[in-house]
């Protein structure tokens, strides 16, 4: 079993930024991929950006447009996603996933693959 606790999120104003963490704990298996995913109310689950613990490569979302960006810190078991230049088109439930069978490639952004969820961190936007 992987435990996965976000925090972070909050009530920012359009424009600004937040930084999101997700620490993991349990059976982290190295070769997990880790993902940042986010759902608005009525809206399906979107993936945003996804990372592994052994392999520099990243993938994002294409709609992120460079201003998001997910790293990591191997030896706290945590990855983190920075968000700048929020719109209140950005408010959702922002949650972190991990799987030790998926690879770091297009599989990445089905939130199907992904084995291990944390509760969500609220992240709202004013205008």
């Known amino acids: 079993q992987v435990q996965l606790v976000e925090s972070g999120g909050g009530l920012v104003q359009a424009g600004g930024s937040l930084r999101l963490a997700c620490e993991a704990s349990?059976?982290?298996?190295?070769?997990?991929?880790m993902a940042w995913f986010r759902q608005a109310p009525g809206k399906e689950r979107e993936f945003l950006a996804a990372?592994?613990?052994?392999?520099?490569?990243?993938i994002y979302a294409d709609s992120l447009k460079g201003r998001f960006a997910i790293f990591k810190d191997n030896t706290k078991h945590a990855v983190y996603l920075q968000m700048n230049g929020l719109s209140p088109e950005d408010t959702a439930l922002y949650y972190c996933a991990a799987s030790p069978r998926l690879s770091l490639n297009s599989d990445s952004l089905d939130p199907s693959g992904y084995d291990y969820w944390g509760q969500g961190t609220q992240v709202t936007v004013s205008p």
């Open positions: 349990g059976r982290t298996f190295t070769s997990t991929v």
């Open positions: 990372t592994s613990w052994t392999r520099a490569s990243i």
